[in-house]
């Protein structure tokens, strides 16, 4: 699930700070095990653990356990607007592009820009990509969860507000962002994202414990 940004050859330089993402058999498989029963808890707090994990390995060592709780908590929140979005017909990646920006946004209002995937200077552009589902559910730049926080919050995290002030952003690269872009396994860029598999097991999503019987028929609410 991470957004990586770089230039290959053939496909044309995002204009906005590129969100690249991947996409492979287990974010087909968690699509479908998010609105699953049994299974999609299991695999709600795996991908939790799993966003955390990346990104706190984004931030310096010393600040990386206070913002951990935090961190948690949002992710957590951010799989419901996840789900919200391919509900409303939005694509497996721009649902999950989604979020990124939504993380982004939260980095940003904390001055942790180290961890960011776009620039600072571009977060207006990347609102306006998905304007009209941020809208819909009062997500802005200020207010990263919108409708999606939850009713007892999310544990607050130290900011590091000074670095807003001169950002440095060594995970992410400035360009154009006019649409998708997804990896594929192959290592080949699709623009827009790919099509779904037409037979994906939940078993393949991450967190899925192999004494849990999946649902044969689970298919994500889209």
């Keep these: 699930m991470l957004s ?37 808890e299991y695999v709600n707090d795996r991908l939790v653990d799993l966003h955390t994990g990346v990104f706190l390995d984004r931030a310096d060592e010393a600040h990386r356990e206070t913002r951990r709780t935090h961190l948690d908590d949002f992710f ?38 180290e961890m960011m995937e776009f620039p600072s200077d571009e977060l207006e552009e990347h609102y306006e990509r998905y304007g009209k589902f941020f809208e819909a559910y009062d997500i802005s730049i200020d207010d990263p969860l919108g409708r999606f926080r939850p009713e007892d919050g999310i544990a607050e995290a130290p900011s590091t507000p000074e670095k807003l002030d001169d950002p440095e952003h060594p995970h992410a690269e400035g360009g154009f962002a006019d649409d998708v872009y997804v990896e594929t396994t192959d290592g080949e860029v699709v623009v827009g994202g790919q099509e779904e598999p037409e037979e994906v097991s939940v078993e393949e999503a991450p967190g899925v414990p192999e004494d849990v019987d999946a649902p044969e028929d689970a298919q994500a609410d889209d």
């Design 76 to 113: 957590d929140a951010t799989m419901d607007t996840y789900v919200q979005a391919l509900r409303d017909g939005y694509t497996e990646a721009e649902a999950r592009e989604i979020t990124h920006i939504q993380a982004n946004f939260d980095f940003y209002n904390h001055g942790w820009t």
């Design 4 to 40: 990586i940004s770089r230039v290959f050859e053939g496909v044309a330089r995002p204009r906005v700070g590129e969100m690249k993402i991947r996409q492979n058999v287990r974010h087909w498989a968690a699509k479908q095990a998010l609105t699953a029963p049994v299974v999609g």
